[in-house]
């Protein structure tokens, strides 16, 4: 377990910086990471899918709480949305977390191998959604949090993608988008995270060391070590040509997508 502590400390602050420097992270990147370094240690088996979403899930309870309250000082972070999103959320985040525990291994990597590759092009393109035709209101903002909150908790992430596309689509300036995104990246994670512990609670396959789904060994090592790097992302995001680095980021997630592809099939 050692070993998988000091690899996972090693990458988290790699993802951290990521995170800072992007505004990416969760499960773009630490999903593929815990499953090929699981996979790689024989550890978890038939469940190693599932263990990589709820360990994913269950770093960014930390992660986003310090990018929330960054925000939050700010003034960036617009409470109406979030409660609304949040509210959707928590009940797509129930159905997702179900959904998952009951997909084959291999289903689930596929899926999950399809969101990267559409991730990446979404970065490498630079997308940016047309503005709709309808204001956000309560009921919408409900509606899209259900859809999120499920999609996020199915493959281990914080929802990041989908939420600030979405809210940026209805006229949200990218600083409050990316905040709102944040806190309820949070919710995401908490309801995820207990949900994926109660599922895996009484699974016997699972490694020494787990809380249900969730890997402590691996959470703790990227969670000591990202939220240290979080802020250096931030700071050199100011300083570096971050679009074209995205660019660059985009091709490498491309290739990942690939090699999660490619074990599913």
Not at 5 to 15: D, E, K, Q, V, W
Not at 57 to 69: P, Q, Y
Not at 118 to 141: C, E, F, G, T, W
Not at 202 to 227: K, N, Q, T
Request: charged residues 10%.
């Amino acid at each position: 377990m050692l070993d998988i502590f000091l690899l996972c400390f090693i990458f988290g602050a790699f993802s951290g910086i990521l995170a800072g420097l992007f505004g990416v992270g969760g499960g773009i990147v630490l999903v593929p990471f815990f499953l090929f370094l699981l996979s790689c240690n024989s550890i978890g088996g038939s469940h190693v899918m599932l263990i990589a979403i709820a360990t994913s899930l269950a770093t960014i309870v930390v992660t986003s709480l310090s990018a929330s309250w960054a925000h939050y000082r700010l003034g960036a972070l617009l409470k109406i949305p979030v409660i609304h999103l949040s509210l959707g959320m928590i009940v797509g985040v129930l159905f997702g977390t179900f959904a998952a525990d009951n997909f084959a291994f291999s289903y689930l990597q596929l899926i999950f191998g399809i969101y990267l590759l559409l991730v990446s092009l979404q970065m490498a393109l630079a997308y940016k959604p047309k503005r709709a035709v309808h204001d956000l209101n309560k009921l919408y903002l409900k509606i899209a949090g259900s859809m999120i909150g499920f999609v996020s908790a199915f493959l281990g992430t914080g929802g990041g993608t989908l939420t600030v596309p979405y809210l940026a689509k209805h006229g949200v300036e990218m600083k409050n988008a990316v905040a709102i995104s944040s806190a309820c990246g949070f919710s995401i994670a908490v309801i995820g995270s207990i949900s994926y512990m109660a599922l895996g609670w009484d699974v016997l396959e699972l490694p020494e060391g787990s809380l249900g789904y969730i890997y402590m060994p691996a959470f703790s090592g990227v969670v000591l070590s990202s939220i240290l790097t979080v802020p250096l992302g931030a700071k050199l995001a100011n300083q570096l040509p971050a679009q074209k680095l995205k660019r660059y980021f985009s091709g490498l997630l491309f290739l990942v997508a690939l090699k999660v592809l490619w074990g599913a099939v």
